[in-house]
């Protein structure tokens, strides 16, 4: 009874290998190294459509478009504002020399003799203010009344600048099945259903007065890669000469649980292999 089995676990190996084979799939070392290529390319795709996306260019208005206190005590029009590396500063209008300046603001309770001798001290605030070399950062991008307040400009040395562009790098990693859903959110927005309520998604991307824009209040889906184990790929059923399974070990960037995980690649009509499901 025991050899009965053993013989017809043999045939049904011999018969899976045959099918396998009669399919016409791969050998593994047909397709490895655009396996590689592949789900290297997709890092930068998933970013751009389910991560942090392209660089914009920030919303930030000048301090001297902004609205400044008057102080009579002093003739001053001034402005406090935060400054990374810099602490609390304050912007003031120097009426003789007709330009605006800085100055480190510090509590005069606080001081040492290390700070030095302030430009001002002021008993009823109890603030001192000192001279600071800090130099307002040029605005790259200005944004006017009449854009869009839910989108961002993506910087004009991003690495694309375009739908069009996105469409093209897109299209070199992932099948034209997998990214037509992932066309709707990205490009014309989605319906959704939440209990009760409903409504539509906002596109994550849009082209307006020749800029592209993007986004800004759309929350990293992917946050982190998913590192691949290459050396531990292989193809696996079913997989056939248009359509292939291959599994590795995994791990998310920076933990140490592994996980095994299939992607499927298709075989398109330029004869080249395209990810059929998504690397993250």
């Given at each position: 009874m025991k050899k009965t089995i053993s013989v017809a676990l043999i045939i049904l190996t011999l018969l899976s290998?045959?099918?396998?084979t009669s399919c016409g799939a791969p050998e593994l070392g047909e397709i490895q190294d655009r396996v590689i290529e592949l789900v290297e390319a997709s890092y930068?795709?998933?970013d751009i459509f389910f991560g942090d996306g392209l660089e914009t260019y920030p919303r930030v208005e000048k301090l001297t478009d902004q609205s400044l206190t008057y102080n009579e005590k002093y003739g001053l029009y001034y402005l406090f504002?935060?400054?990374?590396?810099?602490?609390e500063l304050c912007m003031y209008y120097d009426s003789e020399e007709k330009e605006y300046k800085f100055a480190s603001v510090k509590k005069t309770s606080e001081l040492t003799a290390d700070d030095g001798e302030p430009l001002l001290s002021d008993e009823e605030s109890g603030l001192s203010f000192f001279a600071s070399d800090y130099v307002e950062p040029e605005i790259e991008y200005?944004?006017?009344?009449?854009?869009?307040?839910?989108?961002?400009?993506?910087?004009?040395?991003?690495?694309?600048?375009?739908?069009a562009e996105i469409k093209a790098a897109a299209e070199k990693v992932y099948t034209e099945d997998f990214l037509e859903q992932i066309y709707q959110g990205a490009f014309d927005g989605v319906a959704y259903s939440e209990g009760s309520a409903g409504g539509v998604r906002s596109a994550r991307f849009i082209e307006y007065e020749l800029l592209l824009r993007q986004r800004n209040d759309i929350e990293p889906q992917v946050t982190k890669k998913r590192i691949y184990d290459y050396s531990t790929m292989k193809i696996v059923r079913p997989s056939n000469k248009k359509r292939v399974n291959i599994k590795m070990d995994t791990h998310i960037e920076g933990e140490s649980e592994i996980l095994s995980v299939t992607l499927t690649l298709m075989l398109a009509d330029d004869g080249m292999?395209?990810?059929d499901t998504p690397t993250y």
């Open positions: 290998s045959l099918l396998l930068e795709i998933n504002f935060e400054a990374e590396g810099y602490g200005v944004y006017g009344e009449d854009s869009i307040q839910d989108y961002d400009v993506v910087r004009a040395d991003e690495k694309y600048l375009s739908i292999w395209y990810l």
